[in-house]
């Protein structure tokens, strides 16, 4: 029987395909297009939204809108997707909404469309705040255009602002970092990312000879990251998310505590009904078929029990709080140390996991293994 008193919790992802020009490390499902591919995009996606079907029992709880650089395209393309969004579906009042934007982007006029539309959080790609890397990296603004756009964005009345840095550039030494770090620390954002570079197949960065930093560098910038940035008040946690207290990203830890989402737009993936998915990456069929969302959903997999245990497991030892064992007993019906207590006792004679308070966590010294332990869960 439906339960229409306790609507459940969705977030849902809207991805924006477009970017000025393409940086040199990027594999994101994204390209530069002109101001008539992008309505016709939109009007798309409007048309997915008016589509959705099966949303009655759910209540959205946040909307992250990615790329891409959603900023690039007029502010009403985004405010009428979300528009689209709250005639179609049942908002929270305290919804967390989010623009991805990328300095050199942002204007006053775009930053007070966004607010009026109800958008409250707003996260910037700096990336470096060192000009010389930013080139490197093909980046379309400098570390001065990016400090405008966080004075027009607070001008604007943005005060939940995240700022995405990257480590282990080219050339960059660990000073250099630190150096990013306080620079953007400094500013007092509620939030910063600090992921490391990954050079992916098929991008420029791929076929040029770079002189990166080492694997024991990469590690100490990565630990010097949580040091740096305790100073300035931001506790870690997630593997590459600080925040002020109070200021974690909700949309990033529902993913982690597997809360449904649904994504909306071209490639965008989804948890939904038991089932993960995602839209086709090919535009002339998202363009076409878009109205009937079932027919641009590809690589559909329904969610055994076991797997959807694997997942709580290697998504919730992401965060620094680590996986509730009593929570996985109220959703599982099972209790963790008998299914995974053999992976679990491992790495915690090793060092690298640590159970306290009904948790299980990953230590300091378990982070820089994340992957090799998380793999072990996928077998348990
Ligand atoms: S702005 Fe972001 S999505 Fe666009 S090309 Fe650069 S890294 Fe990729």
Not at 21 to 29: E, G, H, N, T, V
Not at 113 to 133: K, P, T, V, W
Not at 268 to 281: H, I
Not at 320 to 325: D, I, K, M, N, P
Request: charged share 25%.
């Amino acid at each position: 029987m439906k339960n229409h008193n306790m609507p459940k919790p969705l977030e849902i992802y809207v991805h924006i395909p477009f970017c000025a020009k393409k940086c040199a490390y990027c594999d994101f499902l994204s390209a530069p297009a002109g101001r008539k591919q992008q309505e016709e995009y939109g009007q798309a996606v409007r048309k997915e939204i008016r589509g959705l079907s099966d949303t009655e029992d759910f209540e959205v709880v946040s909307v992250f809108f990615g790329g891409g650089t959603p900023s690039l395209p007029e502010a009403s393309l985004l405010t009428d997707i979300l528009d689209e969004l709250k005639i179609k579906l049942k908002f929270s009042p305290e919804a967390e909404i989010t623009i991805e934007a990328n300095p050199g982007t942002l204007t006053k006029e775009k930053l007070s469309a966004y607010r009026n539309a109800g958008i409250n959080r707003l996260s910037l790609g700096l990336q470096s705040a060192d000009n010389r890397e930013l080139q490197i990296l093909g980046r379309i603004h400098t570390f001065e255009e990016f400090l405008e756009s966080w004075r027009l964005a607070l001008e604007a009345g943005f005060d939940n602002i995240n700022v995405d840095l990257m480590f282990a550039l080219p050339d960059q030494t660990e000073a250099g970092w630190e150096q990013t770090l306080r620079r953007t620390a400094k500013l007092g954002p509620a939030h910063i990312s600090a992921y490391s570079l990954i050079v992916e197949e098929g991008t420029p960065f791929a076929e040029r000879e770079l002189n990166l930093p080492d694997e024991d560098t990469e590690y100490r910038m990565y630990d010097r990251t949580a040091e740096v940035l305790a100073e300035y008040g931001y506790e870690q946690y997630e593997i590459s998310n600080y925040a002020r207290p109070g200021a974690a990203c909700r949309h990033n830890l529902g993913y982690w505590d597997r809360t449904e989402y649904l994504g909306i737009g071209l490639g965008a993936a989804s948890l939904f009904g038991g089932q993960r998915f995602s839209n086709t990456a090919v535009m002339a069929e998202y363009l076409a078929d878009s109205g009937d969302p079932n027919k641009i959903r590809r690589n559909l997999q329904t969610l055994t029990l076991q797997e959807e245990m694997e997942e709580f497991m290697f998504l919730g030892l992401r965060k620094t709080a680590g996986v509730s064992e009593a929570i996985f007993e109220e959703k599982f019906g099972k209790n963790m140390n008998e299914k995974y207590g053999s992976v679990i006792e491992k790495y915690v004679r090793t060092g690298f996991l640590e159970r306290r308070d009904g948790h299980v966590r990953l230590t300091g010294r378990g982070i820089h293994v994340s992957n090799t332990i998380m793999a072990d869960f996928l077998e348990g």
